[in-house]
């Protein structure tokens, strides 16, 4: 257990709609990470936060926002879903923002969009 | 788009057989950092190489890496069935903030 948590384990939803994944980063922890992995694009970064505020962007769609708020839990909101949106969601967390440090990964969240 | 890029694909060992993964990586890197992902799960954490190191052990891991070939190993001695996992390495990058996975090696370990 690493002691990241996200929520729902399990999403399906339809094309066109909206969803938000939540992610409890590590007791003392600063840093989270939001991650898509499907089949064929592997593990591919999207966003960091830091302590409340955008840190750094990866691959992350228009279509797709994150939040960090006060208490460090994050939230992923994804909309206007597509069939190629169906993945699996982690989220990570970090003590803080260096590049030395370990990310600690959440369980993801696994996303069917139909 | 992906920075790691491992090899093999796919692996598959008896037991008590030593495994062996490799890491290329194409940009100046900070460190290197190897996960472990069952199937399905989340990943969890194995090793941390920087990038002023050239070889790293914890338990039954030794990683290797040779920041001119840009390159890493990662060997898994004596292995288990429990090993039985897809195997990751992350790059963090000098001149990016996001950490950059490969596409992964699946590592079958047969009992």
């Known amino acids: 257990d690493s002691g990241v948590t996200q929520t729902p384990k399990h999403l399906i939803t339809a094309t066109g709609q909206r969803v938000t994944l939540r992610c409890s980063p590590r007791?003392?922890?600063?840093?989270v990470y939001w991650y898509q992995q499907s089949l064929d694009q592997g593990l591919q970064f999207l966003i960091q936060y830091y302590n409340g505020e955008e840190r750094a962007k990866g691959n992350i769609l228009e279509r797709f926002s994150a939040q960090q708020f006060p208490d460090l839990h994050s939230e992923l909101n994804l909309s206007s879903l597509e069939l190629g949106d169906s993945a699996l969601y982690f989220c990570?967390?970090?003590?803080?923002?260096?590049?030395?440090?370990?990310?600690?990964f959440g369980p993801g969240t696994r996303l069917l969009v139909l | 788009s992906q920075q790691g890029e491992e090899d093999p694909q796919a692996l598959s060992i008896q037991e008590g057989e030593n495994a062996t993964m490799n890491c290329s990586y194409k940009?100046?890197?900070?460190?290197l950092q190897w996960y472990r992902q069952n199937s399905g799960r989340g990943l969890v954490h194995l090793i941390l190489?920087?990038?002023?190191?050239r070889e790293k052990h914890s338990g039954r891991l030794r990683v290797t890496l040779d920041t001119s070939k840009k390159s890493s190993s990662l060997l898994i001695t004596a292995s288990r069935a429990a090993d039985t996992a897809s195997y990751f390495c992350?790059?963090?990058?000098?001149?990016?903030?996001?950490?950059?996975f490969g596409a992964g090696t699946r590592l079958t370990v047969k009992p």
């Open positions: 992350a790059t963090d990058g000098k001149s990016n903030n996001d950490m950059r």
């Open positions: 007791s003392g922890d600063l840093s």
């Open positions: 990570a967390s970090s003590a803080t923002d260096r590049d030395e440090e370990t990310q600690y």
């Open positions: 940009t100046s890197i900070n460190n």
């Open positions: 190489i920087r990038s002023n190191e």
